[in-house]
């Protein structure tokens, strides 16, 4: 998959047409994901594909940003082995998935989800594994935009309305220091530990609320990841932040150098992170 150019054009698209995504195209993309990139190879992950008759109404005041549905042709359901970092997990897989979706002219959305029990309950699903993740999937109206959270409240005047998936975003400097926080990294010097472009387009990566709430410190041959904390943001948000940002860079990172494998928790070495950030994962590159 050409990583670079897809997360360079890929949006987020809650307006879709009302015809069915092509039968061929589904089976490419359901096969994809059983072969594609994941962060564990023993968990094991389920998708079920509903269409729009037997979510949309059912989820119409439970489900989506601020409970606001999104209405869609299709709808894939991720249920996940409940295990460590099943959530993380089931994140890198799906925004994969989402990325080759994009490379078929599929477009989709997250769905933000409180219950995972209900929602399973309210679409007819009995499993015993765990909600992991929810998107919308079918082809985009052309009336779509990309929504950004301007503020921390979820009110209708805090939402801003763009063209395309990139404005407003941190610049490079601002996301990665050097050896601990708050020094600043320099791109020519990323450049030559080829990680330039990981962080590049690390920065077009999707986040709860276009928070940006990741920072990387490189410490020579170790790039942590630290992400901020946010009363706002769920628990199960956070982690498929967190999950989101690992696949953009590992992607990136993977087709430049070499394969990453990501760690979570945290190095021994004190970073001096500020109390409003914490440290979640690190990796070897």
């Known amino acids: 998959m050409k990583y670079k150019e897809i997360i360079s054009e890929i949006k987020s698209v809650r307006l879709y047409k009302k015809e069915d995504v092509d039968p061929g195209l589904f089976k490419e993309l359901l096969e994809y994901f059983d072969r594609g990139k994941r962060l564990f190879d023993d968990i094991e992950v389920e998708v079920i594909r509903k269409n729009r008759d037997e979510v949309y109404e059912q989820l119409k005041d439970s489900a989506g940003y601020n409970n606001r549905m999104i209405e869609a042709p299709h709808y894939l359901v991720f249920l996940s082995e409940e295990k460590d970092y099943y959530i993380e997990n089931a994140g890198y897989r799906v925004q994969d998935l989402m990325l080759k979706a994009w490379s078929l002219g599929i477009a989709s959305c997250w769905i933000t989800f409180g219950d995972g029990e209900e929602i399973k309950k309210k679409i007819g699903i009995d499993s015993d594994k765990k909600l992991a993740a ?15 959270e301007k503020g921390k409240y979820n009110t209708s005047s805090n939402v801003l309305v763009i063209e395309d998936n990139t404005s407003e975003r941190l610049g490079i400097r601002d996301l990665v220091f050097t050896n601990e926080w708050g020094e600043k990294a320099d791109p020519d010097e ?22 940006q ?11 942590v990841l630290a ?12 982690k498929i932040d967190t999950a989101v940002i690992m696949l953009y860079f590992d992607a990136i990172i993977e087709s430049t150098l070499s394969g990453i494998t990501w760690k979570f928790g945290r190095p021994e070495k004190d970073y001096k992170v500020p109390d409003d950030y914490k440290i979640v994962a690190y ?3």
């Open 134 to 148: 929810l998107i919308a999937l079918g082809y985009e109206n052309p009336q779509s935009k990309v929504l950004y």
């Open 213 to 223: 709430p990741w920072r990387f410190i490189v410490d020579r041959g170790t790039v």
């Open 283 to 285: 990796c070897l590159v």
């Open 227 to 238: 992400l901020k904390k946010d009363i706002y943001v769920t628990e199960y948000e956070e």
């Open 190 to 211: 990323l450049v030559n530990y080829g990680l330039l472009e990981g962080f590049f387009y690390g920065i077009l990566a999707p986040s709860y609320k276009n928070r």
